[in-house]
């Protein structure tokens, strides 16, 4: 097994304090740490899918996200949210790109899996299964839980936030996963799916998904240029977020208007 830079416990934690204001600074909102070594603990995913199976001297995952601001998600299918998207994930790649810079000059190996990881919409309906799982990964980071809707949901912004990590072989004290589930179970995501993609289950939290489907849909909204669809995330009650602004921000009106511009089938 190839070692990274031996550090002591005050650098590891200097290290982490760093990480977390760049990021900040990045505009991120969020930022956690996972062990590696928690993709074999957990062994949710296949062994071809953990950090170590492919750069064997991974040894940290920070993960960063960014929120989806409900005002323009609740417009959703619009070019207002797809936009949205866009920039989200634009700064997603950018920061991450910058924190694995950053470790690279403090002589420390990183990269970063960028947050989807496909070149079109087209290869998911054939194939709906990413390279790396960014929900896993903020899941073992311990921002958060994984809900029956299959997102991420974060006491802050419950599924509204997109995340990309960085991978290195820094040692950096990991955060805790989050033991408690954050997911209501209250049924809104399936109710409200266009295209009834889940179906719950007795056994656990997390509904049995026909990605398929919810593929297919992506693929007819991607067309139309308002990509992509988001309203499991959207109508999810979890999350601070809806103090800020409540159970519904936009009116009837504007929610038509938002989707009468700038993509087709509007
Ligand atoms: S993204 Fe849209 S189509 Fe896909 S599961 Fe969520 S609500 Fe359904
Ligand atoms: S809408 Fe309800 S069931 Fe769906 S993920 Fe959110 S809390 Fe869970």
């Given at each position: 097994m190839m070692n990274g830079i031996a550090m002591t416990a005050a650098e590891k934690t200097a290290l982490k304090k760093k990480i977390k204001s760049e990021a900040k600074k990045f505009g991120m909102n969020l930022a956690g740490f996972a062990a590696a070594s928690r993709w074999e603990e957990y062994?949710?995913?296949?062994?071809?899918?953990y950090p170590r199976s492919i750069w064997p001297w991974s040894k940290t995952v920070v993960v960063l996200g960014a929120q989806i601001f409900l005002p323009m998600i609740e417009?959703?299918?619009?070019i207002v949210y797809s936009e949205l998207y866009n920039t989200t994930n634009r700064l997603l790649d950018e920061s991450s790109y910058r924190i694995a810079n950053f470790l690279n000059t403090l002589g420390h190996r990183a990269l970063f899996f960028p947050r989807d990881g496909y070149g079109d919409i087209s290869v998911l309906v054939e194939k709906p299964e990413a390279a790396f799982s960014q929900v896993l990964a903020g899941y073992y980071a311990g921002l958060g839980t994984v809900g029956f809707n299959h997102t991420l949901l974060t006491p802050e912004y419950g599924p509204r936030v997109r995340f990309a990590s960085v991978i290195t072989d820094a040692d950096i004290t990991p955060d805790r996963v989050t033991k408690r589930d954050l997911c209501k179970n209250c049924g809104v995501c399936r109710k409200q799916c266009p295209v009834g993609a889940f179906t719950p289950r007795e056994d656990k939290i997390i509904a049995d998904m026909d990605k398929h489907r919810c593929a297919s849909y992506h693929q007819k909204l991607k067309n139309e240029l308002h990509y992509p669809c988001g309203v499991c995330a959207m109508v999810c009650p979890v999350g601070q977020d809806r103090k800020i602004y409540g159970a519904r921000s936009v009116s009837e009106g504007g929610m038509i208007h938002c989707r009468s511009f700038g993509s087709k089938n509007s």
């Open positions: 062994a949710n995913t296949a062994p071809e899918f417009t959703t299918p619009s």
